[in-house]
């Protein structure tokens, strides 16, 4: 077998040792190029997810915010709605109690107004009493005058029955004139006598009887 020299055995290993060499000089940078890629590409996605982490938290955070305003706002709108259901209890029970109060004085003012109109028709009923009894009176004096006067006419004339003396008719008369005034009673004398001396003799007939 033919060998080469040993100069040119050693040029070539030098040569492949050199070209080794660089293929892992290259190899290595390519290493090292994909690593620092890689590197940078992990850190970029740690940077995503840290960012996709921060935007969630941002995110809660906010709606945690979001539903906090909404149950202050609720709340709110319940104490609101609250105060405004109890201003209009308070301004009802106050206008029940002016309307209470009004009722109630209208009820004293009519039953002071009855109570004046009751007293009134009394006592004009009682006056309307008064004054008939006052008339009913001047009427029996008036028709006693007359039966005296009639009975004195006839007397002079005559015509009165001599078993009655004159001190005897005036005792009846008087006494008939107290009686009427302690009794306040009417004698009814018909209509149908035509002078008061007939009258007189009906009613003498009466007693009589």
């Known amino acids: 077998m033919n060998r080469l020299p040993e100069g040119l055995t050693a040029a070539l290993c030098r040569t492949v040792l050199e070209n080794l060499q660089m293929v892992f000089a290259d190899l290595a940078e390519e290493a090292q190029v994909k690593q620092q890629a890689m ?21 809660k955070e906010e709606r945690q915010r979001e539903r906090e305003k909404l149950v202050a706002a609720a709340e709110a709108a319940r104490l609101a709605e609250r105060e405004e259901i109890q201003n209009n209890l308070s301004k009802m029970a106050s206008q029940l109690k002016s309307i209470t109060e009004e009722k109630e004085k209208q009820r004293e003012k009519c039953f002071a107004i009855e109570k004046e109109k009751t007293w009134t028709l009394f006592l004009l009923e009682k006056k309307k009493e008064e004054d008939y009894e006052k008339m009913m009176t001047r009427e029996r004096i008036i028709k006693d005058a007359a039966n005296w006067e009639c009975i004195t006419r006839e007397r002079e004339n005559g015509t009165l029955p001599m078993v ?6 005036k005792q009846r008369l008087l006494m008939e004139l107290k009686e009427h005034a302690e009794k306040w009673t009417v004698v009814n004398v018909t209509t149908d006598y035509a002078t008061p001396c007939l009258a007189v003799d009906a009613l003498n007939n009466t007693e009589g009887h």
Not at 39 to 59: F, G, H, V, Y
Not at 164 to 169: G, R, V
Request: proline content about 0%; glycine content about 0%.
């Open 39 to 59: 590197k940078m590409t992990m850190e970029k996605l740690m940077e995503d997810i840290r960012a996709l982490e921060a935007s969630k938290e941002t995110q």
């Open 164 to 169: 009655l003396t004159t001190a005897a008719l």
